[in-house]
Each structure stands twice: as structure tokens, then as C-alpha cells.
């Protein structure tokens, strides 16, 4: 029981090296418009996508997250954040910042599934993605405001995630193993 | 620039009428491994996925969602709570829980992502598919431990969403329109 849509699920791996060359504008309408077509809880659509392909403000986000991200606490947060060679978007060349409408209902969910949905549709067309959490640390920073407005959202969105796209470098990763357990049955 | 992958992302439409014949074992596992292949932060798939085929439990599920969904202040659910047509699970021959790890890391984000992949795998295969969240009213209720028993959780993890699951009865629904001024550029 094979079929396109289920080999790019299960093919799909996050990739964490890119070429330079920047990804075409139909490619993104593509992917941007895979997005807008999740499904979202009572239709509310509450999100908000910003394509960023501006070096500086990727190197600037990257810088401040990295700078925010330390002494947090956690280990492994510590030794991501403080290694001189991460760059958190791994110098993708486009970043789509996704945000979610403040109190919003399953905005959260609605948006993970957009990012989803632009992940596989990423991969179709052999663009390589991953999604990031580490840029919440500038996001969520005492610069929040100044990221919104750099961002130029909407009133009353936050920046949440992130999500690296670009041609990948190099081969794909190994899938990492599956924990066991995960599933169970009521019949 | 099309293939398989962005047709069923563009097409996939919320299935709210199931025909009464179950689905497959073999359709059902490609449906969770689908969805156990999806991303997760840090890789922690902090997701557990409960598949009920068991028509007592799911009339359990939808009767204790309506009584505890209604009197709660918002004329939306109580319009759908108080209708007595309604089931929230639509009479589909199977459903699948997701439940999330309490205080797992991003695991609303995470959860969201494998069903994302489960309702495009379901998609692919023919299959329809509801992302339900009315269900929450029963799960989070007094009656919380109880269901958590009866669908026989690993330790530490709460219900949160359902997918409803079935072949299609009737045509699939029109695209509702996508809203307006959600994607902007930096470059």
C-alpha cells in the first residue's frame, strides 16, 4: 500500500545543510499555498506566515536567539546555543517565521498543521526544510516587539516557529529510530 | 508544478459523513505509521496515538463531550452541543486519540504534525478523515481519569484531539475560502 503522498511522509527527514542558491518564487508560492490549505479548528484560519530571504534579519534573529538561548538551564539547549559554528536557520537561504493569533483558539495545532503540509510539499519538489524552536529565544526575548515590527505582522500575531528551507547539501540524513510503545488499541 | 503530494494537500477536505463498512488493518497501519513518521522537537515524540474501533465507547465519548460541552458561555458550541443530530465522532467506524506527554516539550506542535500526516496518508488512500476537537470536553472534564482508563494510557499522558476515520459517504465538501493577508515577505 504505497502511493506518492505516503513515501514523502516517510521519506522526508529534516536537513540541516543547504545550498546557496535561493529556491524559486513559483516553488514558494507552492509550498506558502500548501500551508494555507491545513485544515483549522472551526475554520479560523488564524495564522500568520513570514517569508523572510533578508540575510541580515536571519543573521540578526540567529544572533540574539543564540545570546538569549544561553544560561537557560538546560543542557542541551547550553551546548547547542554555545557552539560557534550553529547557525540556527543553518544559513538557509529562505525562512518562513510562522505566527500564531494572541489567545487565539488551537492556534498552535492550526499552524502545525499549515507547517506540516509546507514541509511535505517542500519535499516534493526536493527542497529540503526543518522546522526550528531555537529562534523562540529571540522571539520571545525583551525584543519581541521589535522582531514584530521588523516582521511587519498583523496586530495581535507572535512569532512562534521557523522553518529553514532550501536545495539540500549533501545526502539525507538516516532516519532516527521509532519508539516503541506509542500506539494502542480499544476494539 | 504539481504532483501527488501537493494534489492531496490542495484536495484534502474534513469528512463529516462515513460510511458504516470499517477500514482495513493494513490501510489503518500505514495511516499510523504515517503519522509516527512525523517530525518532533528534539525528537522526543512525546505523542501517543490510541485507536478505538469500539462503538460503546465512542457513543461514551460523544454523549459525556455534549453534556459537559454545553453551559459553557460560547453560543457556537452550544449550537453544535444542543443539536441532537449530532455525533462528534460523525458515526465513523474508527478513531483515533491523540494523546499529548504533560509538560512534554512542544507536544501539541509535535502531536499536531503526525496528524497532519495521518489525514493526508487517510487522503491518499481514499479515506475520510475529521480532525475533532469537540472531544475535549469529555476528556477534560471530571471524568478525565476515568476515560484515560478506559483508553489505557501510558502514565503521564492526556487525551487532547480525535481523528475520525471512514470511507467517504457522499462528495467531498467545497473548499471554504482561504482568508486574506496572511503571508507576508522581508527580503
Redesign the interface.
Known sequence: ?Q????K???E?R?IRAFAEKQISN??LD?I???G????S???E?N????????KE?LDEINEKAKMYGTGTGND?IEKLMTNPKLHIFYNAPTVIIASELDDGY?A??NS??A???M???A???GIGSC?I?LSRYAYNSELKDEFIK?????ENFTPT?SIALGYPKGNSPE??P??E???????
Open positions: 500500500m502511493n506518492e503522498v505516503i514523502a511522509i516517510m522526508r529534516s513559483p516553488e507552492v506558502i499555498n500548501a494555507l490549505h491545513a485544515p479548528a472551526m475554520n484560519q495564522w500568520h506566515f513570514t517569508v523572510v530571504q533578508n534579519l542541551y488551537a498552535t495545532v502545525s498543521a507547517i506540516q503540509n514541509l511535505l510539499a519535499h516534493s519538489l522546522w524552536g521588523k516582521l511587519n505582522l498583523p516557529y532516519i532516527k521509532r519508539k510503545g506509542t500506539v494502542n488499541f480499544v476494539r
